[in-house]
């Protein structure tokens, strides 16, 4: 099993794959990195020898904010916008979004599910 910065990767998938499974890697990300280590992409995880593991694991640390350092430095990051009370820290503590997209209709993913159905009739008492 491969593990790297503290995430196990998957043995079955391909390695331009599982390198997603990392916070901070998304396919390109994980495609360059293969690309500049002269490692094929098609390769399984099970079938990666520890000389091309070490290589990986060596340049992730030397050249990328992985896993827990980038969660800690997002965080800082909100962390400051509230503080400075900006637009971009308001929405963020009051849970909507942030990049100008309308509220009154969409949004659910950031303001919940809607509890109550309006017009909705209730039942006539007996």
Known sequence: MVRITGVDLPKQKRIEI?????YGIGLSRS?????????????RC??????????????????YQLEGDLRRFESLNIKRLGEINCFRGKRHRQGL?????????????????????????KAPKK
């Open 31 to 43: 495609q360059a990195i293969l690309h500049e280590l002269q490692i094929d992409p098609n390769i």
């Open 18 to 22: 599982a390198l997603t499974y990392i």
């Open 97 to 121: 979004p942030l990049r100008g997209q309308r509220t009154r209709t969409n949004g659910r993913t950031r303001r919940g599910l809607k509890k109550t159905v309006a017009g909705k009739k």
């Open 46 to 63: 099970k079938d990666l020898d520890d000389p091309m593991i070490i290589k990986l694991r060596e340049l992730l640390d030397e050249k």
